[in-house]
């Protein structure tokens, strides 16, 4: 009976060979952190204020809006 430790190593070192696909497949570029939910999720006070002010003003209105939450996002670890 083999060992399981020496494939589970193997694993590990082929996780960590692989791009990572929160920077888009590039390696080594940026250090952004990985979301830790999923994009509809994060944000919610510039999400709900952006969608608000499109509705009632229409998107050309609300580019700080627009910018305010793009930023968020990039701050919750998304690549926008």
């Known amino acids: 009976m083999g060992s399981n430790t020496s494939k589970g190593v ?3 070192q082929a996780a960590a060979s692989e ?37 009632e003003r229409g998107e050309e209105n609300c580019t700080a809006l627009i910018e305010a939450h793009k930023q968020c996002m990039r701050d919750a670890g998304f690549n926008i």
């Open 10 to 12: 193997e694993v590990a």
């Open 19 to 55: 791009p990572n696909v929160a920077t888009g497949g590039a390696s080594g570029a940026g250090t952004a952190a990985k979301p830790k939910c999923k994009a509809c999720c994060a944000c919610p006070e510039t999400k709900r204020a952006r969608d608000q002010c499109m509705v």
